[in-house]
Protein backbone atom coordinates (compact mmCIF):
# COMPACT_ATOMS: atom_id res chain seq x y z
CA UNK A 1 0.00 0.00 0.00
CA UNK A 2 0.75 3.52 -0.55
CA UNK A 3 1.63 5.37 2.80
CA UNK A 4 1.77 8.65 1.12
CA UNK A 5 -0.87 11.99 2.40
CA UNK A 6 -2.28 13.08 -0.61
CA UNK A 7 -0.01 16.04 -2.28
CA UNK A 8 -3.73 18.00 -2.89
CA UNK A 9 -3.99 18.62 0.54
CA UNK A 10 -0.22 20.18 1.66
CA UNK A 11 0.14 23.50 3.59
CA UNK A 12 0.50 25.07 0.58
CA UNK A 13 -0.75 23.70 -1.99
CA UNK A 14 2.27 24.79 -4.49
CA UNK A 15 2.73 21.38 -5.51
CA UNK A 16 -0.12 21.18 -7.82
CA UNK A 17 1.48 21.83 -11.22
CA UNK A 18 0.35 25.06 -12.94
CA UNK A 19 -2.93 24.81 -14.57
CA UNK A 20 -2.56 24.20 -18.14
CA UNK A 21 -6.35 26.10 -18.63
CA UNK A 22 -7.06 28.18 -15.78
CA UNK A 23 -11.10 28.71 -15.21
CA UNK A 24 -12.45 32.14 -15.32
CA UNK A 25 -13.46 32.98 -11.82
CA UNK A 26 -16.63 32.82 -12.25
CA UNK A 27 -16.66 29.30 -13.51
CA UNK A 28 -14.54 28.38 -10.25
CA UNK A 29 -17.26 29.50 -8.07
CA UNK A 30 -20.16 27.76 -9.69
CA UNK A 31 -20.87 24.86 -7.12
CA UNK A 32 -23.46 22.86 -5.44
CA UNK A 33 -27.32 22.87 -6.25
CA UNK A 34 -28.62 20.81 -8.45
CA UNK A 35 -26.19 17.91 -9.01
CA UNK A 36 -27.52 17.71 -12.70
CA UNK A 37 -27.51 21.13 -13.24
CA UNK A 38 -24.03 21.25 -11.91
CA UNK A 39 -22.35 18.50 -14.50
CA UNK A 40 -24.25 20.65 -17.49
CA UNK A 41 -22.56 23.75 -16.61
CA UNK A 42 -19.05 21.99 -16.59
CA UNK A 43 -19.89 20.57 -19.90
CA UNK A 44 -21.16 24.12 -21.28
CA UNK A 45 -17.47 25.43 -19.93
CA UNK A 46 -15.90 22.51 -21.60
CA UNK A 47 -17.02 23.06 -24.76
CA UNK A 48 -16.11 27.03 -25.16
CA UNK A 49 -12.73 25.49 -24.42
CA UNK A 50 -12.52 23.85 -27.28
CA UNK A 51 -13.43 20.31 -26.12
CA UNK A 52 -16.22 17.90 -28.17
CA UNK A 53 -19.98 18.08 -26.37
CA UNK A 54 -19.76 14.46 -27.28
CA UNK A 55 -16.34 13.88 -24.65
CA UNK A 56 -18.70 15.87 -22.21
CA UNK A 57 -21.37 13.82 -22.31
CA UNK A 58 -19.68 10.20 -22.49
CA UNK A 59 -17.71 12.02 -19.24
CA UNK A 60 -20.77 13.06 -17.48
CA UNK A 61 -23.51 11.14 -18.23
CA UNK A 62 -23.10 8.71 -15.65
CA UNK A 63 -21.43 10.34 -12.84
CA UNK A 64 -23.30 9.91 -9.31
CA UNK A 65 -22.27 11.67 -5.97
CA UNK A 66 -19.72 9.32 -4.39
CA UNK A 67 -20.49 9.78 -0.19
CA UNK A 68 -17.05 8.32 0.79
CA UNK A 69 -15.25 10.36 -1.00
CA UNK A 70 -16.57 13.23 1.00
CA UNK A 71 -16.07 11.47 3.82
CA UNK A 72 -12.16 10.56 3.23
CA UNK A 73 -12.43 14.32 2.38
CA UNK A 74 -13.36 15.25 5.58
CA UNK A 75 -11.82 12.84 7.92
CA UNK A 76 -8.16 13.29 6.26
CA UNK A 77 -5.69 11.95 8.66
CA UNK A 78 -2.73 13.89 9.19
CA UNK A 79 0.63 12.43 9.28
CA UNK A 80 2.67 12.34 12.27
CA UNK A 81 5.27 9.70 12.27
CA UNK A 82 8.69 10.68 12.28
CA UNK A 83 11.47 9.91 9.51
CA UNK A 84 12.87 7.34 11.47
CA UNK A 85 9.29 5.03 11.70
CA UNK A 86 7.91 6.30 8.38
CA UNK A 87 11.25 5.96 6.11
CA UNK A 88 11.88 2.24 7.44
CA UNK A 89 8.15 1.23 7.22
CA UNK A 90 8.47 2.61 3.68
CA UNK A 91 11.94 1.62 2.38
CA UNK A 92 11.63 -1.98 2.85
CA UNK A 93 13.31 -5.11 1.13
CA UNK A 94 10.80 -5.75 -1.46
CA UNK A 95 10.83 -1.93 -2.52
CA UNK A 96 14.38 -1.72 -2.44
CA UNK A 97 14.51 -5.46 -4.09
CA UNK A 98 11.67 -4.53 -6.67
CA UNK A 99 12.85 -1.04 -7.44
CA UNK A 100 16.45 -2.36 -8.67
CA UNK A 101 14.25 -4.73 -10.72
CA UNK A 102 12.27 -2.51 -12.27
CA UNK A 103 15.41 -0.27 -13.06
CA UNK A 104 16.54 -3.04 -15.16
CA UNK A 105 13.95 -4.38 -16.89
CA UNK A 106 13.10 -0.22 -18.17
CA UNK A 107 16.62 0.41 -18.12
CA UNK A 108 15.51 1.71 -22.00
CA UNK A 109 12.92 3.71 -20.74
CA UNK A 110 14.62 4.90 -17.80
CA UNK A 111 17.82 6.16 -20.35
CA UNK A 112 15.06 7.95 -22.55
CA UNK A 113 13.81 9.74 -19.44
CA UNK A 114 16.94 10.55 -18.75
CA UNK A 115 18.54 11.81 -21.65
CA UNK A 116 15.12 14.31 -22.65
CA UNK A 117 14.26 15.55 -19.14
CA UNK A 118 17.55 14.98 -16.76
CA UNK A 119 15.69 12.76 -14.45
CA UNK A 120 17.68 10.17 -13.03
CA UNK A 121 16.10 6.29 -12.81
CA UNK A 122 16.12 6.64 -9.11
CA UNK A 123 14.34 9.66 -8.30
CA UNK A 124 11.58 8.49 -10.58
CA UNK A 125 11.78 4.51 -9.43
CA UNK A 126 11.16 5.89 -5.29
CA UNK A 127 8.29 7.78 -6.29
CA UNK A 128 6.94 4.83 -7.98
CA UNK A 129 7.95 2.74 -5.31
CA UNK A 130 5.83 5.31 -2.79
CA UNK A 131 3.00 6.27 -4.33
CA UNK A 132 1.39 2.88 -5.72
CA UNK A 133 3.93 0.04 -5.09
CA UNK A 134 4.97 -0.01 -8.49
CA UNK A 135 0.88 0.04 -9.49
CA UNK A 136 0.22 -2.86 -7.54
CA UNK A 137 -2.23 -0.30 -5.02
CA UNK A 138 -3.41 2.85 -7.15
CA UNK A 139 -7.26 3.27 -5.64
CA UNK A 140 -10.76 1.96 -6.32
CA UNK A 141 -12.46 5.47 -6.56
CA UNK A 142 -14.45 5.89 -9.87
CA UNK A 143 -12.19 8.73 -11.07
CA UNK A 144 -14.88 10.94 -12.55
CA UNK A 145 -17.18 10.38 -10.13
CA UNK A 146 -14.67 11.62 -7.38
CA UNK A 147 -13.63 14.82 -9.59
CA UNK A 148 -17.26 15.40 -9.67
CA UNK A 149 -17.98 14.99 -6.15
CA UNK A 150 -15.06 17.49 -5.09
CA UNK A 151 -15.97 19.79 -7.88
CA UNK A 152 -19.62 19.86 -6.54
CA UNK A 153 -18.92 20.38 -3.25
CA UNK A 154 -18.49 23.90 -2.47
CA UNK A 155 -14.84 23.12 0.04
CA UNK A 156 -12.29 23.78 -2.70
CA UNK A 157 -14.47 23.87 -6.13
CA UNK A 158 -11.67 26.18 -7.53
CA UNK A 159 -9.10 23.02 -7.36
CA UNK A 160 -11.34 20.19 -8.49
CA UNK A 161 -13.74 21.53 -11.60
CA UNK A 162 -10.33 22.36 -13.54
CA UNK A 163 -9.78 18.51 -12.94
CA UNK A 164 -12.62 17.28 -13.29
CA UNK A 165 -12.64 19.65 -17.09
CA UNK A 166 -9.34 17.75 -18.02
CA UNK A 167 -10.73 14.11 -17.21
CA UNK A 168 -12.76 15.23 -19.93
CA UNK A 169 -10.08 16.23 -22.24
CA UNK A 170 -8.65 12.95 -21.49
CA UNK A 171 -11.58 10.83 -22.45
CA UNK A 172 -11.65 13.17 -25.63
CA UNK A 173 -7.88 11.81 -26.39
CA UNK A 174 -8.96 8.01 -25.59
CA UNK A 175 -6.82 8.30 -22.31
CA UNK A 176 -9.79 7.99 -19.93
CA UNK A 177 -12.88 5.71 -19.32
CA UNK A 178 -15.61 6.96 -17.09
CA UNK A 179 -16.68 3.88 -16.35
CA UNK A 180 -13.77 2.03 -15.41
CA UNK A 181 -11.01 4.61 -14.27
CA UNK A 182 -10.34 4.06 -10.86
CA UNK A 183 -7.55 6.00 -8.36
CA UNK A 184 -7.45 7.55 -5.38
CA UNK A 185 -9.91 9.12 -3.70
CA UNK A 186 -8.87 12.90 -4.69
CA UNK A 187 -9.23 12.08 -8.24
CA UNK A 188 -5.36 10.83 -8.66
CA UNK A 189 -4.68 8.14 -11.32
CA UNK A 190 -1.95 5.85 -12.55
CA UNK A 191 1.26 4.56 -11.16
CA UNK A 192 2.75 7.78 -10.04
CA UNK A 193 -0.64 9.03 -8.92
CA UNK A 194 -1.28 12.27 -10.48
CA UNK A 195 -3.90 14.55 -11.68
CA UNK A 196 -5.79 15.24 -15.07
CA UNK A 197 -4.46 18.33 -15.26
CA UNK A 198 -0.87 17.10 -14.47
CA UNK A 199 -1.63 14.23 -17.22
CA UNK A 200 -3.09 16.39 -20.16
CA UNK A 201 -0.15 18.98 -19.73
CA UNK A 202 2.70 16.80 -18.90
CA UNK A 203 1.70 13.42 -19.84
CA UNK A 204 4.15 11.58 -22.65
CA UNK A 205 3.53 8.43 -24.66
CA UNK A 206 6.57 6.10 -23.13
CA UNK A 207 5.31 2.78 -25.42
CA UNK A 208 4.48 4.28 -28.85
CA UNK A 209 1.02 3.02 -28.53
CA UNK A 210 -0.41 6.94 -29.49
CA UNK A 211 -1.87 7.42 -25.84
CA UNK A 212 -1.07 8.31 -22.17
CA UNK A 213 -2.16 5.23 -19.85
CA UNK A 214 -0.98 5.39 -16.30
CA UNK A 215 -3.03 3.23 -15.00
CA UNK A 216 -1.68 0.26 -17.23
CA UNK A 217 1.75 1.35 -18.91
CA UNK A 218 5.09 1.74 -17.18
CA UNK A 219 6.83 3.38 -19.87
CA UNK A 220 4.27 6.42 -20.04
CA UNK A 221 4.28 6.22 -16.43
CA UNK A 222 8.29 7.01 -16.22
CA UNK A 223 8.39 9.75 -18.60
CA UNK A 224 5.40 11.65 -17.24
CA UNK A 225 7.02 11.57 -14.12
CA UNK A 226 10.45 12.66 -15.66
CA UNK A 227 8.49 15.09 -17.41
CA UNK A 228 6.25 16.45 -14.57
CA UNK A 229 9.36 16.27 -11.99
CA UNK A 230 11.67 18.82 -14.91
CA UNK A 231 8.79 20.47 -15.11
CA UNK A 232 9.25 21.33 -11.64
CA UNK A 233 12.45 22.68 -11.65
CA UNK A 234 15.39 19.59 -11.52
CA UNK A 235 18.56 20.41 -12.39
CA UNK A 236 20.23 17.93 -14.33
CA UNK A 237 23.23 16.14 -13.26
CA UNK A 238 22.73 17.33 -9.66
CA UNK A 239 22.16 15.95 -6.55
CA UNK A 240 19.46 15.87 -4.45
CA UNK A 241 20.24 14.39 -0.63
CA UNK A 242 23.15 13.39 0.74
CA UNK A 243 23.77 11.93 4.08
CA UNK A 244 26.34 13.45 6.24
CA UNK A 245 28.05 13.23 10.02
CA UNK A 246 28.90 16.30 11.59
CA UNK A 247 30.40 16.95 14.92
CA UNK A 248 29.03 17.50 18.04
CA UNK A 249 30.11 21.44 19.02
CA UNK A 250 28.33 22.53 15.28
CA UNK A 251 26.52 25.63 15.63
CA UNK A 252 23.15 23.99 14.41
CA UNK A 253 21.11 26.92 14.24
CA UNK A 254 22.57 27.14 11.25
CA UNK A 255 20.22 23.81 9.79
CA UNK A 256 17.05 23.35 8.84
CA UNK A 257 15.53 24.11 5.44
CA UNK A 258 15.71 27.70 3.56
CA UNK A 259 19.42 27.95 5.44
CA UNK A 260 21.44 27.07 2.18
CA UNK A 261 24.87 28.00 2.22
CA UNK A 262 28.14 27.00 0.10
CA UNK A 263 29.18 23.45 0.68
CA UNK A 264 32.66 24.66 1.19
CA UNK A 265 31.23 26.43 4.32
CA UNK A 266 29.48 23.23 5.71
CA UNK A 267 33.28 21.43 4.62
CA UNK A 268 34.58 24.07 6.68
CA UNK A 269 32.70 23.71 9.77
CA UNK A 270 33.33 19.93 9.54
CA UNK A 271 30.25 18.75 8.16
CA UNK A 272 32.02 15.11 6.16
CA UNK A 273 30.10 12.99 3.59
CA UNK A 274 29.18 9.49 4.83
CA UNK A 275 30.10 8.14 1.35
CA UNK A 276 31.46 9.54 -1.80
CA UNK A 277 32.39 13.59 -1.56
CA UNK A 278 30.68 16.39 -1.00
CA UNK A 279 29.52 18.42 -3.73
CA UNK A 280 31.63 21.66 -4.46
CA UNK A 281 30.47 24.67 -5.84
CA UNK A 282 27.11 23.80 -4.77
CA UNK A 283 25.25 25.07 -2.23
CA UNK A 284 22.32 23.41 0.39
CA UNK A 285 20.71 23.10 3.36
CA UNK A 286 21.66 21.16 6.44
CA UNK A 287 18.91 19.04 7.71
CA UNK A 288 18.50 16.88 10.87
CA UNK A 289 15.31 14.86 10.74
CA UNK A 290 15.35 13.91 14.38
CA UNK A 291 17.60 16.53 15.91
CA UNK A 292 21.60 16.61 16.08
CA UNK A 293 21.51 12.61 17.36
CA UNK A 294 19.87 11.06 14.57
CA UNK A 295 19.71 11.04 11.33
CA UNK A 296 21.87 14.42 9.29
CA UNK A 297 21.68 15.06 5.22
CA UNK A 298 22.62 17.81 3.10
CA UNK A 299 19.57 19.26 0.66
CA UNK A 300 21.07 20.22 -2.49
CA UNK A 301 18.35 22.77 -4.40
CA UNK A 302 16.89 19.72 -6.39
CA UNK A 303 15.48 18.51 -2.85
CA UNK A 304 13.27 21.30 -3.33
CA UNK A 305 11.53 19.45 -6.52
CA UNK A 306 10.53 16.67 -3.79
CA UNK A 307 8.86 19.76 -1.91
CA UNK A 308 6.55 20.23 -4.41
CA UNK A 309 5.49 16.58 -5.46
CA UNK A 310 4.83 16.85 -1.30
CA UNK A 311 5.59 18.98 1.32
CA UNK A 312 5.40 16.59 3.97
CA UNK A 313 8.91 16.86 5.52
CA UNK A 314 8.98 13.75 6.51
CA UNK A 315 7.83 12.17 3.19
CA UNK A 316 9.87 14.15 1.06
CA UNK A 317 12.80 13.82 3.04
CA UNK A 318 11.82 9.92 3.32
CA UNK A 319 11.36 9.49 -0.72
CA UNK A 320 14.80 11.52 -1.65
CA UNK A 321 16.65 9.39 0.85
CA UNK A 322 15.38 6.55 -0.94
CA UNK A 323 16.19 7.74 -4.40
CA UNK A 324 19.77 7.78 -3.06
CA UNK A 325 19.62 4.52 -1.62
CA UNK A 326 18.30 3.16 -5.18
CA UNK A 327 21.41 4.97 -6.89
CA UNK A 328 23.59 3.20 -4.17
CA UNK A 329 24.34 5.06 -1.20
CA UNK A 330 24.16 2.95 2.00
CA UNK A 331 22.34 2.74 4.62
CA UNK A 332 21.71 5.79 7.36
CA UNK A 333 23.11 5.84 10.36
CA UNK A 334 20.15 6.03 12.24
CA UNK A 335 22.29 7.50 15.37
CA UNK A 336 20.58 7.59 18.95
CA UNK A 337 18.12 10.54 18.96
CA UNK A 338 15.80 11.39 22.25
CA UNK A 339 12.56 10.30 22.16
CA UNK A 340 10.07 12.56 20.59
CA UNK A 341 7.04 14.34 21.69
CA UNK A 342 3.24 12.14 22.10
CA UNK A 343 0.50 14.11 20.05
CA UNK A 344 -0.87 15.45 23.17
CA UNK A 345 2.68 16.47 24.35
CA UNK A 346 3.15 18.42 20.77
CA UNK A 347 -0.32 19.87 20.90
CA UNK A 348 1.19 21.35 24.93
CA UNK A 349 4.46 22.20 23.15
CA UNK A 350 2.50 24.26 19.85
CA UNK A 351 0.50 25.85 22.30
CA UNK A 352 3.41 27.06 24.82
CA UNK A 353 5.08 28.61 21.42
CA UNK A 354 2.24 30.16 20.55
CA UNK A 355 1.81 32.08 23.74
CA UNK A 356 5.30 32.98 23.33
CA UNK A 357 4.52 34.90 19.98
CA UNK A 358 5.46 32.14 18.25
CA UNK A 359 3.73 31.50 14.72
CA UNK A 360 3.57 27.31 15.35
CA UNK A 361 0.35 27.67 12.62
CA UNK A 362 -2.54 25.38 13.75
CA UNK A 363 -2.32 23.71 17.34
CA UNK A 364 -2.59 20.25 15.21
CA UNK A 365 0.52 17.96 16.83
CA UNK A 366 1.88 17.72 13.54
CA UNK A 367 6.26 18.72 13.84
CA UNK A 368 5.56 21.13 10.26
CA UNK A 369 8.00 23.96 9.55
CA UNK A 370 6.49 26.50 11.84
CA UNK A 371 6.73 24.49 15.00
CA UNK A 372 10.61 23.37 13.94
CA UNK A 373 11.37 27.07 13.29
CA UNK A 374 9.81 27.84 16.83
CA UNK A 375 11.40 24.92 18.44
CA UNK A 376 15.26 25.82 16.89
CA UNK A 377 14.26 29.69 18.21
CA UNK A 378 13.43 28.94 21.63
CA UNK A 379 16.25 26.12 21.81
CA UNK A 380 18.85 28.89 21.07
CA UNK A 381 17.33 31.44 23.52
CA UNK A 382 17.50 28.65 26.18
CA UNK A 383 20.91 28.33 25.31
CA UNK A 384 20.77 24.60 24.19
CA UNK A 385 21.78 22.57 20.81
CA UNK A 386 19.26 24.83 18.34
CA UNK A 387 18.25 21.38 15.87
CA UNK A 388 14.48 21.95 15.95
CA UNK A 389 14.13 18.39 17.52
CA UNK A 390 11.18 19.20 20.42
CA UNK A 391 11.53 16.70 23.64
CA UNK A 392 10.02 16.64 26.76
CA UNK A 393 13.06 18.34 28.36
CA UNK A 394 12.47 20.93 26.48
CA UNK A 395 8.50 21.16 27.22
CA UNK A 396 9.54 20.96 30.76
CA UNK A 397 11.46 24.09 30.69
CA UNK A 398 8.77 26.04 28.99
Not at 92 to 115: C, D, L, T
Not at 133 to 143: E, K, L, S, Y
Amino acid sequence: MTFRPSRLFAPALALLAVSATAPSALAAGQCGGDFRQFLAGVKQEAVSMGLSAQAADETLANAQIDRKVLSMDRGQGVFKQDFLTFSQRAISGYRMKNGAANIKKYAPVFARAEKEYGVPAAVITAFWALETDFGAVQGDFNTVNALATLAHDCRRPELFRPQLIAAIHMVQNGDLDPSSTTGAWAGEIGQVQMLPEDIVRWGRDGDGDGHVKLKTSSPDAILTAAAFIQHLGWQPGEPWLQEVSVPSNLDFSLSGLGRERPVSDWAAMGVTARSGNLAGGLKASLILPQGRKGPAFLAYRNFNIYLEWNQSFVYTTTAAYFATRLGGAPVYDKGNPDPGLSDGQMKQLQTKLQALGHDVGKIDGILGGGTRAATQAIQKQLGIPADGWPTAELLNRL
